[in-house]
């Protein structure tokens, strides 16, 4: 089945403890993307891959940090969480149309 | 003006009703368009593309009209199960690596 996953799908953390988010898919597809969603505010997005070791940001890219070493794994990184990091957060990947996981929902306290 | 405008509703239309939302946006250079629908903060699915004028699949009709700078969506017949929040996307580039999400029209069908 073709499908985007992320782990973990909740997470309750501290203030600036490091986390990962991993986001994985099984389409082959070479575009990936990591947005945030909070209330009134719609989704936005953070930082997306066109490929293999190609990154960039998107709108709200400060405070995370993302890598893509295989085409299949696009993780989102966290170095230091604060409480406006706070959100739900999805995964996408993306041919002619964007696939999305099935979203982490993070509390930074 | 913002890139990406919807009317966050809600929208509460009796079953079988015909219930329409619009999205605005302000790139007059982007060519194509799409409606997300998005359970109850479940991940966003693809509804619709729009290429051209439109787009027609059973009872959901998407319109384009570039001339304005808006997209609609319509949806006939409403049953119980079209309650969601609908989300207009417009890509920012060609490429697609932007994109816009617009915040959602939530729309709820009341028996």
């Known amino acids: 089945e073709a499908q985007v996953t992320q782990n973990p799908r909740y997470l309750i953390t501290v203030t600036g403890k490091k986390l990962t988010v991993t986001c994985s898919q099984n389409?082959?597809?070479?575009?990936m993307s990591w947005y945030r969603q909070d209330p009134g505010l719609g989704l936005r997005q953070i930082y997306y891959?066109?490929?293999?070791?190609?990154?960039d940001k998107g709108d709200v890219p400060e405070g995370y940090k993302v890598s893509r070493k295989e085409k299949r794994n696009f993780p989102l990184i966290l170095e230091s969480p604060s409480p406006n990091q706070t959100s739900l957060y999805f995964c996408?990947?993306?041919?002619?149309?964007?696939?999305f996981g099935p979203g982490t929902r993070l509390t930074v306290t | 003006r913002k890139e990406v405008e919807q009317d966050p509703g809600p929208f509460n239309v009796p079953e079988g009703a015909t219930v329409a939302f619009n999205c605005t946006y302000s790139?007059?250079?982007?060519?194509?368009f799409f409606w997300y629908r998005q359970d109850c903060r479940k991940e966003p699915k693809l509804l619709m593309s729009?290429?051209?004028s439109g787009n027609e699949d059973g009872r959901f009709t998407a319109q384009l009209n570039r001339a304005s700078q808006y997209i609609s969506l319509l949806i006939r017949d409403s049953k119980l199960s079209d309650s969601a929040t609908y989300l207009c996307?417009?890509?920012?580039?060609?490429?697609?690596?932007?994109?816009?999400f617009g915040i959602g029209t939530k729309l709820q069908v009341i028996p």
């Open positions: 996408a990947s993306r041919t002619s149309q964007w696939y």
């Open positions: 389409m082959n597809h070479e575009y």
């Open positions: 891959s066109m490929n293999v070791e190609v990154t």
């Open positions: 790139n007059s250079a982007s060519q194509s």
């Open positions: 729009v290429y051209s």
């Open positions: 996307v417009v890509p920012n580039s060609g490429g697609y690596q932007k994109v816009t």
